[in-house]
RNA sequence: GUGGGUGUAGCUCAGUCGGUAGAGCGCCGGGUUGUGGUCCCGGUUGUCGAGGCUUCAAUCCCCUUCACUCACCCCA
């Protein structure tokens, strides 16, 4: 037997109704926030991550599934979709008509990491980003967003983290600062954290081993550090957060492991999925289309995972599976085909219609009629061909009653 | 990449201190010839994850491997 790749799922009736409803619900949300899709490629450039994600950091280092495309360029499967949105903005010159866009995208996401819960080597997210609005008030309104979906999915463990990681101003000095702390402190850290805190110090503020926490207390905060700019910004987001009601923490532990953030980062945070507590999280890359080639715009963005919404959310399964509204119950070879054209012309007009293809006896079309959840049974045989007029039994009630075949169709769309 | 746990019927699991396996659910049929869900009766299914070692004999011991799972790490 062939198996699936290690990491990589399938997404099952049974579950997949749980996302149809997580993405009908988001793409409704998005465009009343004024948000247009985009649907880029899969596979990009290898470089284009390296240069956006960052070389030094755990994606671009050791979780890419790069290859060669037929021995030319290097080719990689996008571990995240920021880059790729900021790539077709910048390539179709998206900025040249209006500045200010705002972008959505839906899609899987390759990291070969070891899988755990909630974490796999092909994932799914919802991206947000919007370009070319350097106001606090877009951070705010896109938590607001992210607040917003997620109660409407019924998630009810979840927590807004912010934190603020300055700009290129300020931030090499409490970058500075915070290596000469590390320094001092070394002898305490754990080893990933001493290697980190030459490479990327503002890592080990984020480290989960409780002496490095311990360590660190003492650390110089960043937002300690923010220059007025940052700082009043910073302010603007947590005043429009309150004003808009977002209940929210500020945690100048959080860290995002993307080198393009600038300022606000945020994280969507819960308690429901073990060691994988981020089930949203973003921020602003003032810098990143820059760097990347194209104008000096600002921008703001977030990805949600799917796949961890989808273990969280309050939604049911049972109030989005769907049941045949009709099962038509055909005696004999000429009733058959008869009730083969009525459950075709049925299902064209948008009725769920289901019929037995084997010939069964009545009693076992019946059963299965139930076992699908049929509201209504259809029964048509040798004789109600003769008589003109068919049964019609609601499986809820166990009422019958007789419909003409004449005009089938519409009189059992009326009766359901 | 590292560590722990697990791997027996479609599903959930039991079991053999080494003698090739069961239960519940499901599925199929029947309970008078054309009516479901409850009930009763009957039937159905397994290379006991894969490969190797020890043994007269392994699903059970040992080794290897794969998968799942949880944690480290990292992140959505």
Redesign the pocket.
Known sequence: MI???????DILSGEVEIWQQIEKTARSLFEDFGFKEMRPPILERAELFARSIGED???VEK?MYTFYDKKKDPVTLRP?ATASVVRSYIQHKLYAKDAIRKFYTIGP?F?R?????????Q???INAEVFGIDSPLIDAQLIFLLATLFSRLSVTDAKVHINSLGCSTCRPKFKEALSDFLLSAKEKL?S??TR?SKRNPL?VL????PLCREAIVGAPSVLDFLCSECGSHFEGVKKSLEKLKVPFLIDKRL????DYYTRTTF??QTGL??????????GRYDNLVKALGGPDQPAVG????I???AEITGLEIKDFLQYPDIFVAA?GEKSQSIAFEWICALNLEGTRAEMDFAG?????Q??????LGARY?L??????LEEGSV?M??????E?ILIPIDGIIEKVKEKL
């Open positions: 198996q699936l790749v290690r990491g990589f799922k950091t755990d994606i979780e995240e996401m990291r990491e070891r899988p755990q819960k909630g974490r796999y080597r994932f799914y997210q754990c990933d954290c980190r890592r984020d480290c989960k081993v860290v995002r492991g993307l994280e969507i999925l073990g060691a994988q507590n981020a089930i949203a999280g973003g977030f990805a949600i995972g796949d961890r919404l005696l069964k006896s009545l009693k076992s019946m059963k299965r009629a139930n076992k049974v029964i048509v045989g040798e004789k109600e049964i039994r609601n499986m809820m009630t166990k019958q």
